[in-house]
């Protein structure tokens, strides 16, 4: 089972959320597991949407929506018994705990410096 992510100050109602859901999907998937029910989690990474507004769109540093869309049909098509929808450019921000609290910390203050400075 893989930690939890990475959390981002910015915007930190929006790491909370996905939190909050990764959990929710979690306990789901257990309470349905004797069920037909399927549970997806698709955890996105930073994309070029409009979400957090018109900026994000056109933001370098986010993953083009088409390229996200392409990957996940991708993900779909060949892993049918996926439980958790993750595209490659998510795994870094998903598992940045695996390795440890110094390299965690480390790459969370170096993740968010980056998020926070202009664009």
Known sequence: MAGP??????PATASATKAAIH?????LRYQ?????VEILELVPPYVQTELMGSGQASDPRAMPLKDFLAEV????KTQPNATEILVERVKPLRFAEQNGKEKYDAFFQQF??????PH
């Open 112 to 117: 968010n410096d980056a998020m926070m400075a």
């Open 73 to 76: 049909i991708e993900i779909i």
């Open 32 to 36: 349905l597991k004797s069920t037909s």
């Open 23 to 27: 959990s929710y999907s979690q306990a």
């Open 5 to 10: 992510a990475l959390t981002t100050s910015v």
